[in-house]
């Protein structure tokens, strides 16, 4: 067992995490991720990177819908707008990829203000609406926008190359991704433990009892439309990279599902959980893959033509059972898993 | 210390056409214990949510500290020196007991969202400052052995302290207490008088109380406040409220009011 906490300052209080053990697993990890790229086949890293892509996303997601309690099914226009942001000033402008991260991140944050504003009243079901609606004028107005946008054509966008730094090997792109999911990462595990974070919480939990703490319930679900917003962007334009092609069919509504469906899975409102949701859903369509070409023949064909079906009925089963079964998610497990070990053998 | 901190001035809130809160006044003192009381459906809650902000009054005004908050923004009342609790409970359930009271630190916290993404400089220096003050509130309600506990997993009473805790983290010139005794047992009541006291006392902060408890009421309190079907039919020290007749009449029903029938006294409309 792990001795009683005491602290001797204020500042040890507020810490990430004051375990010695955590940080060395953290470092761990770390130096996994940036070992991995370069050791494991093909398909592995492919996979590796949609999910610190997804990770990033699902972290953004979050931070509107898990933390502060607003429902979005506009994820999708979200990630699209932060691809169109990338590629429009990198590859239509030839400008520098940092101004492109900027404008993915700006660009959604901008938008959001926009189905913010009318969404200040809503709740559940009429924002859950609303957004959706939004994710949809936001690629109507792409494809219409062929001047800016190039329209239906779509962008081709090449990898990224900046501080003499080359991205455009598979394997330094699944780095340059690692990098932004920490980051984002470690921006929500601070907004968490910080004012902001603590106040999304209270909007989320009692909005009433928040206002009469002083929390300016306007400006805070403005505040965590944008940041959500914003990080979700930076993913699209990382997507939007990995493909090497960015248009209005690559973001397809089925990844706002997808998002939600991550959160409900990892477990709503927890950093860790975005992480472990993104990893059990990205692989899950694998997991199928695997098991219906065991059974061959009829099965396989079926995921050969209709992936999207399947994948979307994947991630309704998945929700349904988390919810009946584990509404804490998979960070509930995890957490019931730690005790567990952490006391065991004895009960408490 | 003559000047009342809260005066309130025919202060109404209607809904539809029930007068929850029908032409209301009086002052509270700075320094003072004051109680408000009344049967079921008074609307003495309804009160506390015009001057906390909560709800806008229908008419009258609400003069704080000399000025008149009325038309104040709702999130403005805590910066203006207004903390409450609420009679159900009203915690963020998913939150330990440190971070509900460190969100009552918010209006003395002024991070913005990037500072906080990164977590350096100002945000450090005032979640080190956050966190210091609610060590101080935690230990002057005596509530360090659940400090990590989750919220919902608490007892009723434990609740109770909690949000008392997060109220006083706003540091609020006046607190408003909404039934903070109910359902709790002798002992624990106790507890909350002694604390209502202290709160007086040691922090300077004066106190409007919404209680039922008649032993409490008559005992901390300096002035009584009584109210009925949303008006106010009496007021004064715990000895002459106690003594008034419309009081009596009030609570024990037997002519409901004078303009009334007997018999529908019980719980207004
Ligand atoms: N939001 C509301 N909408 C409609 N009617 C309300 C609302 N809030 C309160 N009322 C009504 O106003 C009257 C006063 O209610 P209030 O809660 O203020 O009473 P109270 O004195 O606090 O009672 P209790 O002792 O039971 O807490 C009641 O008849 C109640 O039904
Ligand atoms: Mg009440």
Redesign the interface.
């Known amino acids: 067992m792990r001795s009683g906490d005491f602290k001797e300052t ?2 040890d ?2 810490v990430l995490s004051d375990s010695r053990l955590v940080w060395a697993w953290a470092g761990v990890l770390v130096v996994a991720l940036v070992v991995a790229p370069f050791v494991v086949n093909a398909y592995v890293l492919s996979l590796l990177t949609l999910v610190l892509i997804t990770v990033t996303g699902a972290l953004g997601l979050n931070l509107l819908t898990g933390l502060t309690g607003l429902i979005s099914l506009g994820h999708a226009g979200f990630l699209l707008l932060g691809a169109y942001g990338y590629a429009i000033v990198v590859a239509k402008h030839n400008l520098h990829p940092l101004l492109g991260f900027l404008a993915a991140g700006v660009a959604p944050a901008l938008f959001a203000i926009v189905v913010g504003l009318p969404s200040l009243r809503l709740r559940g079901l009429y924002l859950a609406i609303t957004t959706l609606a939004f994710s949809y004028i936001i690629s109507d107005l792409i494809l219409e926008a062929k001047s800016i946008t190039d329209g239906a054509r779509g962008i081709t966008v090449q990898r990224p190359e900046f501080f003499g730094l080359d991205f455009s090997s598979d394997p330094s792109f699944a780095l340059l991704c690692a990098f932004v999911a920490a980051v984002a990462l470690f ?2 595990l ?2 968490q ?7 999304f ?2 909007i ?3 909005d ?10 306007q400006a805070f679900k403005l ?1 965590a439309f ?2 959500s917003a914003f990080i979700t962007g930076i993913a699209g334009a990382l997507m939007g990279i990995y493909l090497s092609f960015v248009s209005v069919e690559g973001f397809p509504f089925l990844f706002s599902i997808e998002a939600l469906a991550i959160l409900i899975v990892g477990g709503l ?1 927890s950093a860790l959980g975005a992480v472990l949701g993104t990893v059990f859903i990205v692989l899950l369509p694998e997991a199928i893959r695997i098991l219906f070409s065991w059974f061959g023949g009829a099965l396989e064909s079926l995921l050969s033509t209709g992936v999207h079906e399947v994948k979307s009925i994947a991630y309704g089963v998945a929700i349904i059972l988390f919810l009946r079964f584990e509404p804490r998610g998979l960070v509930g497990v995890w957490r019931d898993a730690k005790r567990l070990w952490t006391h065991w053998p004895l009960k408490y | 210390m003559t000047a009342p901190l809260l005066q309130l001035d025919a202060l109404t809130r209607t809904f539809g056409g029930l007068r929850a809160v029908s032409e209301v006044s009086f002052d509270v003192m700075r320094g003072e214990i004051c109680s408000v009381i009344g049967p079921n459906g008074a609307g003495k809650t309804s009160l506390f949510n015009l001057i906390s902000g909560v709800l806008r009054p229908t008419s009258g005004r609400i003069l704080f500290d000399g000025a008149d908050i009325t038309r104040e923004r709702p999130a403005r009342f805590a910066s203006l020196g207004i903390g409450r609790t609420f009679q159900n409970l009203a915690l963020f359930k998913h939150g330990t007991v440190v971070e509900n009271i460190l969100v009552g630190r918010h209006i003395h916290t002024k991070s913005s969202v990037l500072e906080s993404a990164f977590f350096f400089g100002r945000t450090r220096a005032e979640e080190i400052a956050a966190r210091e003050k609610v060590e101080e509130i935690v230990e002057f309600l005596e509530i360090e052995q659940i400090r990590d506990a989750v919220v919902g997993q608490l007892s009723y009473g434990q609740q109770k302290r909690v949000e008392l805790a997060r109220a006083l983290a706003c540091e609020p010139k006046l607190l408003l207490l909404d039934e903070m005794v109910s359902g709790m047992n002798q002992e624990e009541t106790e507890d909350i008088a002694r604390f209502v006291l202290d709160i007086r006392d040691e922090l300077g902060i004066t106190v409007l109380m919404i209680e039922h408890d008649m032993r409490v009421v008559m005992d901390i309190s300096d002035r009584v406040q009584v109210l009925n079907f949303g008006q106010k039919i009496a007021g004064g020290t715990p000895d002459q409220v106690r003594n008034d007749p419309a009081v009596l009449d009030a609570y024990l029903g037997r002519r409901g009011r004078p303009s009334e029938p007997a018999g529908s006294a019980a719980h207004g409309l």
Do not use: E, K, P
């Open positions: 204020y500042a209080l507020i921006a929500c601070n907004i433990r910080s004012r902001i974070g603590r106040a919480m209270a989320r939990d009692n009433i009892a928040a206002r009469t703490m002083g929390v300016n319930l505040y944008m940041t409102g």
